[in-house]
Nanobody, 125 residues
């Protein structure tokens, strides 16, 4: 299977913005949902957002609705997460993921076929 490589993480002040990117190598994922998860220290990996293969459908966890936007460019094999209005509680490692299953508007981490390596997002107060 191909790799997923994230970029764009960093340190930002509360209220600021970041855009995460995830680029696939070795193969395309147009037939997959692409998603972002986060994992804080000592906690389980949590669903953040997902997008269908043709971008017709997007899904968000309640905590990020209205602040984060997921998008994809299949020609570039890249999925993005635009994060606006960042809060200190958004601080986490963010992981890109590819999977085929969406249930009740979210992707379960157990249904992920391919994970990226993660990128750190730190929001200072």
């Amino acid at each position: 299977q191909g790799q997923l490589v994230e970029s764009g993480g960093g340190l930002v002040q509360a209220g600021g913005s970041l855009r995460l990117s995830c680029t696939a190598s070795a193969r395309t994922y147009v037939d997959y949902h692409m998603a972002w998860f986060l994992q804080a220290p000592g906690k389980e990996r949590e669903f953040v957002a997902a997008i269908s293969g043709n971008s017709d459908n997007t899904y968000y966890t309640d905590a990020v609705k209205g602040r984060f936007t997921i998008s994809r460019d299949n020609a570039k094999n890249t999925v993005y997460l635009q994060m606006n209005g960042l809060k200190p509680e958004d601080t986490s490692v963010y992981y890109c993921a590819a999977g085929r299953i969406i249930v009740r508007g979210r992707m379960d981490s157990r249904d992920v076929d391919v994970w990226g390596q993660g990128t750190q997002v730190t929001v200072s107060s």
